[in-house]
């Protein structure tokens, strides 16, 4: 939660266009910053089952206010 509390106050103070965490970090942090919130799917290795990756994407937008969602590409595979 440091971090988390952290990362928002200089994002804050940055004024940066958006912070980026894991979806399961988007309800602490949305109450610290005040910048857009963005989150990563697939993420890190890009290989995670298509199925579960669309379900990790809808779980987050039906639970969470989030502003964008970044996919990490299954680049092993080319």
């Known amino acids: ?8 106050k200089k994002a804050n103070l ?3 266009a958006a912070v ?3 979806p399961e970090q988007l309800e602490i942090i949305r ?5 857009k ?3 990563v799917a697939n993420f890190p290795t890009g290989n995670q089952p298509h199925k579960e990756v669309l ?7 039906i639970n969470t206010k989030v502003d964008e969602i970044d996919y990490v590409f ?5």
């Open 37 to 39: 919130l963005a989150t």
């Open 55 to 61: 379900a990790a994407i809808e779980k987050t937008i």
């Open 1 to 8: 939660y440091e971090a988390l509390y952290s990362l928002g």
């Open 74 to 78: 299954p680049y092993q595979d080319y």
């Open 31 to 35: 109450h610290i910053t005040t910048v």
């Open 20 to 22: 980026c965490v894991l």
């Open 14 to 16: 940055h004024q940066v």
